[in-house]
């Protein structure tokens, strides 16, 4: 298989479908994450359970959904169940093996938000949507996922509102808050992939996508990033994914 | 027992102003020429709930309907942000807003107490996250067996509930299918309701995957064709996706949108 | 995700000595089959849980099987008395049965906290009434928003569920319709589940009122046609109405019981 | 119509029939009551709603249920939904008008027992079913109708278990409890009818059926029993109501 031209875009959502396996269950949320489920699904994992907070459990789209809702999910699923079935009996006791989140900004320590940027939450710089289901995605499935373009602005420091909890200020915070779950243990952007510290929980660089150097990376973080002592290069997509991933997109363009 | 009325009676009767409103539909039949008819009716000072305001929220807070938002999430779904909700939150345009926000399980939760005749509910959530801090309708709660930890939200009781959904027969029986949301409990929370659907039938012929709201369960009952445009109603209409992208333009501008809005208010079929 | 393994097998697999055992169905769709094989297996010690435990109940009390039931209702519905289980709470016959006992709004109540992963849930419930004097699984609990008082009652979480349905596709996904009671709630509270189905199919047909519990919320099918006698199975058989009448008179007399426990345990089949 | 020889059974069911009306919503319990309400249906209330513990809203049965779950129950549904569903959404937010319910003892002020006969719990005298879909019913119709064949035995001062609230010791209790529901407002047995007392809430004799006498209802009460100022006797059952009960009772056996 040779490789042809592809866009950062294009391996981040290829980066972020390999992190997932068959038989996982996946809590999608759309966007960037509900690109990378169905690539998964269409390409090394088809066995991936997508479940989308609309009410689906086990939907098998063949285009890319246009919204968290679209008919597409209930029509392909093996069972259509109301909302608060899929928060209550599904999600909340840990059911679910990923949350696959994105982020307006996410922060040195995982955490994200999705609220509002600027100090003030009364006078904000920029209104956003707000939390959806990722707060409690992000508490209870047993690990998450974090997909979502690199930049000074969107990896920051600490996080302006934390709609989402991630690992708090790090050092087993969550532990000590009573989640369950992981928390998110992988973060893919456009450009690298990060991990947690499995003591301090800050962010690891611990892979950069091909030509992208660990300079360049720092310069899209927003904190003193910590790189780790071997940096994997990813490898870059196969013909056969950006084939799968564009038509995909075709499909549902 | 539901009565089968004209849309434009039923909000009348039903909708006044300073009224808690949920209008509810998760992507899939979204009852928006509902909330055309309110804008038409000029309500005022409604607290407007609902998990995902979209766009019929953005026309409706942008018209000046309402004082308050209780929500979830608020985009354009697959398009962008709310302009009209922005303008509202951050310019005080046409009226100030002011917004009780929540995560989805937390409302879908509070639908739920609302429909069991409960004061509050139970979950695990908003745990280590900003939302207890800026919204006063979480509080925590402790197990009386486990002495474990957890949050409670308390109920929604909207003094209507509309919603859309595929078909009613004539005693107002209403039947739907596909994705359900909250729709339910929505209903069911609210003191009085109001249920536009695609077509009145002789008969309810089962469908899987369907519910059925019992005609005593609902108070009013509108035949209201499309009226979930430009969200869908399965077995009847696709979304329109162009116009959730169009609604992007319109609501950016002030202007563009007053005359969007006067054309609603003038009774024209707005379909960008 | 759910294997297809014989009944023999799963039960051998799932069901331990001392564990606690839900079996569900509300007059519909009772696994009835799954009871005689633990009795042919001679399991002991189980603590059984059950809204409504009748025939199937009394059979595993009769042969020796439980030492604990958590129950709401316990009788031979339109004929009368459980007389093992009378035997059992008022004489020890043949070992000693401890009780604990709710209404079905508490235990439906449990088992949804259960499938919710919640140690409690909240009800209107057992105000005024003698339960919380004789149950210790009920308490008062204070809306947090309100300061009304509630009751509480703590989750089942049970070792294993087992449930009766109509079919399962080969890959584990199980189906059910017509009356559902609590049969999802009690296999999501469950660590381990089983359920029986009158066929195993190569798909699913979508079927009104239907709802599918897929594969991986499920660890064990068993295909046992006729598995809900003499309950019934919708679709597939309707109940035995003199099987019910039957049993009183084999389950009134000890020596008559035990010549039934030595047939079933010759693993006979036992239509009456 | 001519009225031909009938029980007292049936009178009782007639009886009980008759205090429905259409258009109301009826939680049935299974037995006397479940008689009474589908007769209440196939005669004057066609529009009568039952609703079953099963989970059925708008059953419309053309024979009696052989039990709560009978099949037929669910087929002739309006709605058929879990039984978390119909006790949380539907029996506990006072939906139903009247929850309609059986007795083994029913005491002066409309306590049920279905649980033990006899003053020790541990060591009953006799253990019966317990407490089913009853006291939540109590508690959250509008109103409770109870039907009870009545002898010394079930009509009883103070019942051994109070299985199901009616007005506690009385004088209000039921409103001090913070109870929605007004509770038990009628009796209906096979000698005749009994209401609360608005003020004390103890039972009164307020009419016998035909054939019976006042003295008579006396020496089937365990208690010292009020009769109204006025006792009304019951008309008699109609042919037609008689045909009715009969027709639903051969269907069923």
Known sequence: MTTSTYTADEMMSVAAARALSGGQRCFVGIGLPSTAANLARRTHAPDLVLIYESGTLGSKPDRLPASIGDGILAETADAVISVPEVFNYWLQPGRIDVGFLGAAQLDKFGNINTTVIGDDYADPKVRLPGAGGAPEIAANCHEVYVVVRQSKRSFVDQVDFVTSFGHGRGNGERARLGLRGAGPTLVITDLGVFRPDPDSHELVLTGVHPGVTVEQVREATGWELRVADDVATTPAPTSDELAVLRALKEASS | ?272
């Open chain 2, 1 to 272: 027992m539901a009565e089968v009325v004209s849309l434009r009676d039923a909000v009348a009767e039903l909708v006044h102003d300073g009224d808690v409103v949920a209008m509810e539909g998760f992507t899939h039949l979204i009852p928006v020429t509902a909330g055309h008819e309110i804008i038409r009716q000029r309500r005022r000072d409604l607290t407007l709930v609902r998990m995902t305001p979209d766009i019929v929220y953005d026309q409706l807070i942008g018209a000046g309907c309402a004082r308050k938002l209780i929500f979830s999430w608020g985009g354009n779904p697959g398009v962008g942000s709310l302009h009209r909700f922005r303008d509202a939150v951050q310019h005080g345009w046409p009226v100030p807003l002011e917004i009780e926000e929540h995560s989805h399980a937390g409302m879908a939760n509070r639908y739920v107490a609302g429909a069991s005749g409960l004061p509050f509910a139970v979950l695990r959530g908003y745990v280590g996250t900003d939302l207890p801090n800026v919204t006063d309708t979480i509080k925590p709660i402790t197990c009386p067996f486990t002495g474990e930890a957890l949050t409670a939200v308390p109920a929604i009781n909207p003094d209507v509930a509309i919603v859309h959904a595929q078909r009613a027969d004539r005693a107002g029986n209403v039947q739907l299918w596909g994705l359900v949301g909250v729709q339910k409990e929505a209903v069911l929370a609210a003191r009085r309701s109001l249920v536009t659907v695609e077509e009145v039938v002789d008969e309810l012929e089962p469908v899987p995957g369907g519910m059925v709201l019992p005609s005593w369960a609902v108070d009013r009952v509108a035949e209201v064709p499309g009226g979930a445009h430009p969200s869908y109603a399965q077995g009847y209409s696709e979304r329109d996706n162009a116009y959730y992208a169009a609604w992007d333009a319109i609501s950016r501008d002030r202007d563009e949108f007053e005359r969007w809005v006067e054309r609603v208010r003038a009774g024209e079929e707005v379909n960008a």
